[in-house]
C-alpha cells in the first residue's frame, strides 16, 4: 500500500512540474502554445540584399501551411503579383541639382512622429511565423521608431503586445465581431493599454477565396486568445470559420458606431474606391488606409497602388491616408507618397523578417527600407518626406492600361 501511494504522489508531483513548466512557457517572452507546430526560433539581424530574396528563405523554415497562409493571395493570385507590378506604370525623375543633402525620412501621422514613413500592417497569426509572435514584432517596430499595428487575430495577447512594445506607439485592428458588447469590451481593453488608434478593416466580410489555405486544408494550430472568448475555439479553424464568426454586413453606421465607443482616432482600412472614401469620412473616419489586403481578398481588382491617386484626389486632405499592399522597396515608398499616401504599411515584410531573425529580423527590415528609401529620395532630390509629398512623377504605362489609372 505504502509503495503504490508513493507510486502515486511521485506521479502527481512530476504532473505539477509538467503543468507549471507549460504555464511558464506560455506566460514568458509572449510565447505561444506549439501544438506540433514549429515556427521559427531565430534571434538574430538579418543581411537583406533585396526584400524580395526573404520570401524564398521563410518558405524553407516554417512549415508549409503557415508559410502559404503569410505569403497566399486570393484565387490566381493576380492581383497580389499587380500589387508590385504596378508601381512601374510610374517613373520618379531623376533630379540631381538640388543640393540634397543625406535625406530626411522621419515624418509623423496622427500626432505621432516616426522614424521612416513605414509601419507596420496589422496581421493574423504572426505565431505561424516565431514562437515569439507579435510580441517579437511589437519589440522589433519599437526598436525601429515605428508604429505596431495589431490585428484583433494576433497569436500574442493585447496586453503581452503592449508590454513588448514598452510604451512604442501601437494601433489596435478590429474586425467588428456580431457581438456589439464584446466589440465595445475590446475596444476598452485596448484603448486602456495604451493603444492610440483603432483601425477598423471593412474589406473583409467574408474572407477572400485563397485557394493555397484550401489546397492545404489550413487550420490554424495557435489560438487567437483576443478573441478566442467570443468566437469559441480559434485553434483548429479555417480562416473561413474565423470570418464566418465576425459581422457579415458593413456600412457607414458600422463607422459611426465604432466612434460612439471610443475617444481614439478611428482608422478605416480596405479603401479603394472613391466614393467609400467619402463614406468614411462622412461617416467620421480620421484616416482612410488604402488597402486590398495585400491581394487576399477580392481578385479580379486593381492593384491598391492603381487607385491610390484617385482616392487621394477625393479625400482632399481632409483626412492623413496611409497605404498598403505590395511596398517592398523605397522607391514604391517614394511613389506612394508622392501619389498621395502619408505613410505606407508593410504586412508580409515584416512577418519574414520575424520568422528569419525575430524581433531583431524585423528591425532590419525597417532599417534596410529607411536605407533603401533615403537613397531613392537623394538620387530623386528630396530633402524630406514632405518634398515628397510635392513630386510629380511620370506615368509611363502605355495607354491602355492607363485608361483607368
Ligand atoms: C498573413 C496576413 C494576415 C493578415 N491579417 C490581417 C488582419 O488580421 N487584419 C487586417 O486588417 N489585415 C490583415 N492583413 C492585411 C495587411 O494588413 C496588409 O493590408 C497587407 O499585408 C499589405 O500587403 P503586403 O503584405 O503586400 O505588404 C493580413 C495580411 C497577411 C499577409
Redesign the pocket.
Known sequence: MKRIIFILSVFLVVLLIVWMVGRFNRSSGGGVERNGYQASTRNTEIVIYDIDDLEAQVAQIIPKGGFD???GGAETENV?RR??LAFDAVDIYPRVLTGVDTPDVRTSILGTNIALPVIV?????HG?AHISAESGTARGAAAAGTIM?V????SSTLAEIAAAGDGAPQWF?L?LSKDDAFNRQIVKRAEDLGYSAI?L?V??PIGGKRVRDVRNNFKFPLAMPNVAKKSGKTKGQGIGAIFAAGQNVLSPYDIMRVKSMTRLPVIV??IQHPDDADLAINAGADAI?V??????QLDGAPA?FEVLADVAARVNKRVPIIF?????RGQHIFKAIASGADVV???????YGLALGGWRGVVSVFDYLKQDLQRVMWLAGAQTIGEIKNTTLRRRCIPVQCDEL
Open positions: 497562409y503569410i505569403s497580389l500589387n508590385i500592417a496589422p496581421a493574423a497569426a505561424l499595428c490585428s484583433n487575430y494576433a485592428q474586425y483601425i478593416t474589406d473583409a482600412k480596405g488606409w488597402s486590398n489586403h495585400g491581394g487576399r491598391s498598403d499592399s505590395g511596398i517592398r504599411a508593410i504586412g508580409r515584410p515584416v512577418i
